[in-house]
């Protein structure tokens, strides 16, 4: 009996601890990385076009997945790139910002951007594309910054 009593406890901690995990990933404070955007000037998920080192010199900029050229992504719009679960705006000319494609309502993709507003499909939530927070519900929170980099006319995941 004693064997059993420790092996739920063992096993209350590890779904305990895994639960805790799993559901820090869902949220953020804002920490430091969003003082030091703030200090700079720029909000989470603020990019701004222009050349990189890289780009000048004729070299390979380094970043991640590539996503699109800039003259993809209209201005005073913006993109949702369904397989890296994103979404691309250029609020004002030269201005990239992107967000999750996720809404915060019910998970649901969203799926177009349409009017300066990024538009859930599934109950019509929109986001504002200068800074993913909510234009119209039934969403209560905004769309979670990601990360992009801007090299020359290319825009990839950092």
């Given amino acids: 009996m004693g064997d059993t009593t ?12 895994l639960a805790g995990t799993v559901l820090s990933g869902c949220g953020s404070d804002g920490g430091t990385e969003a003082a030091a955007d703030n200090a700079a000037g720029t909000a989470p998920g603020d990019v701004q076009a222009q050349p990189s080192a ?15 050229q800039t003259s ?12 890296q679960k994103v979404v691309v705006t250029q609020p004002m000319a030269g201005q990239f910002k992107a967000f999750s494609a996720t ?3 019910q998970g649901c993709s969203v799926a177009t951007v349409k009017d300066g507003n990024i538009v859930c499909p599934c109950h019509q939530s929109l986001f504002k594309i200068s800074d993913g927070t909510v234009a119209g519900g039934p969403a209560t929170r905004p769309l979670a910054a990601a990360k992009i980099a801007v090299e020359g006319d290319k825009i990839s995941l950092a």
Avoid at 7 to 16: D, I, K
Avoid at 54 to 68: H, N, P, S, T, V
Wanted: a positive charge.
């Fill in 6 to 17: 420790r092996r739920r406890t063992v096993l209350a901690a590890g779904a305990a601890t």
């Fill in 54 to 68: 890289g780009a000048a010199a004729g070299g390979a900029g380094g970043g991640g997945q590539a996503l699109a």
């Fill in 72 to 83: 993809d992504i209209p201005v005073g719009g913006g993109k949702v790139f369904k397989d």
């Fill in 103 to 105: 809404c915060t309502h």
